[in-house]
């Protein structure tokens, strides 16, 4: 079992919803990651947190708003999405650990967000 | 754009078989991890080698690095039907200030037959 908590697993929204995807972890991991992932394809790297401030924006709309209220928690805030942004939302979190950052370090997902936007 | 390439990306086996499957990347790496992905799950971590490590053992995994070749495999022996997956390999990148930037592999699909 992930110790990656993810919440809601399913979530259907509509284009002018507001709503909010939570993860959390007590591994004491200080990075903190969201991947986007559409059927039949590999994950893609959204946002990195390291010691809750945000490190990689991987060129996001602005409709997706990440969040790291503290060292546990992870929250991607939704706003005006569109249906192709229909997909698997996964968190992850690692240890930081060296010069390089989390390099060299086990990355943990978990279950997923399933969002449909209708 | 994934840096990782994985074949086949799909295996079709029977139980008992082993199950190989081939990972191969562009760019200098800090490690390279692998990871299983049961249909609409997400993501379990199977085993992590470093760069600086050619094999690596994990129960009925084994992992090969060839940094020179850039080109990692998995070898799942003696596999069971509950090894049906989509199997991923995903790069962490050398140099700078990486954390941890996964970048995935297209993935195989691995069905295993009772």
């Known amino acids: 079992d992930t110790e990656v908590t993810q919440t809601p697993k399913h979530l259907v929204m509509g284009m002018t919803n507001k709503k909010s995807l939570k993860c959390e972890q007590h591994?004491?991991?200080?990075?903190m990651y969201w991947y986007k992932q559409k059927a039949k394809k590999p994950p893609e790297l959204m946002f990195v947190?390291?010691?809750?401030?945000?490190?990689i924006n991987e060129s996001v709309p602005s409709r997706f708003s990440p969040e790291c209220p503290n060292s546990s928690l992870l929250n991607l805030h939704l706003h005006a999405l569109q249906p192709e942004d229909s997909a698997l939302y996964l968190c992850?979190?690692?240890?930081?650990?060296?010069?390089?950052?989390?390099?060299?370090?086990?990355?943990?997902f978990g279950e997923g967000s399933w969002l449909t936007v209708v | 754009s994934q840096q990782g390439e994985e074949d086949p990306q799909a295996l079709s086996i029977q139980e008992g078989e082993n199950a190989t499957m081939n990972c191969s990347y562009k760019?200098?790496?800090?490690?390279l991890q692998w990871y299983r992905q049961n249909s609409g799950r997400g993501l379990v971590h199977l085993i992590l080698?470093?760069?600086?490590?050619r094999e690596k053992h994990s129960g009925r995994l084994r992992v090969t690095l060839d940094t020179s070749k850039k080109s990692s495999s998995l070898l799942i022996t003696a596999s069971r039907a509950a090894d049906t997956a989509s199997y991923f390999c995903?790069?962490?990148?050398?140099?700078?200030?990486?954390?941890?930037?996964?970048?995935f592999g297209q993935g195989t699909i691995l069905t295993v037959h009772p």
């Open positions: 992850a979190s690692s240890q930081i650990s060296g010069v390089s950052g989390s390099a060299g370090n086990t990355i943990y």
């Open positions: 591994m004491g991991h200080r990075a």
């Open positions: 947190y390291s010691y809750e401030k945000l490190s």
């Open positions: 760019t200098s790496i800090n490690n």
């Open positions: 080698i470093r760069s600086n490590e």
């Open positions: 995903a790069t962490d990148g050398a140099g700078g200030t990486s954390y941890g930037k996964l970048t």
